[in-house]
């Protein structure tokens, strides 16, 4: 994955608005390795949980390994996000 800028990180907040799989699914790696982000396994889980929600297969791993990394409290915080989530964003 390349280097991921300001400007990309703020489009896939928007696509993913829109509830375009690929931009949940990018979101996560942003926030799982650091890339243009610091690295935040709860917005990653987040995000690859949504992403998932929508189809990607590959969420799902992501996702898993990511809640190896974490405590049940910090798991627990990102499924709370992800409902809040899909609450004022659901299309």
Avoid at 4 to 20: F, P
Wanted: aromatic share 10%; charged share 20%; glycine share 6%.
């Amino acid at each position: 994955m390349a280097c991921v800028d300001v400007d990309s990180l703020m489009q896939y907040e928007t696509e993913a608005q829109k509830g375009r799989p690929d931009a949940l699914y990018n979101l996560g790696l942003a926030y799982s390795t650091g890339n243009g982000v610091g690295v935040d396994f709860v917005a990653a889980h987040k995000w690859f949980n949504l992403a998932a929600l929508r189809g990607v297969e590959e969420a799902k791993s992501w996702r898993a390994q990511v809640a190896s990394e974490m405590l049940p409290a910090q798991i627990a915080e990102a499924q709370r996000l992800a409902r809040e989530w899909l609450s004022l964003f659901r299309n």
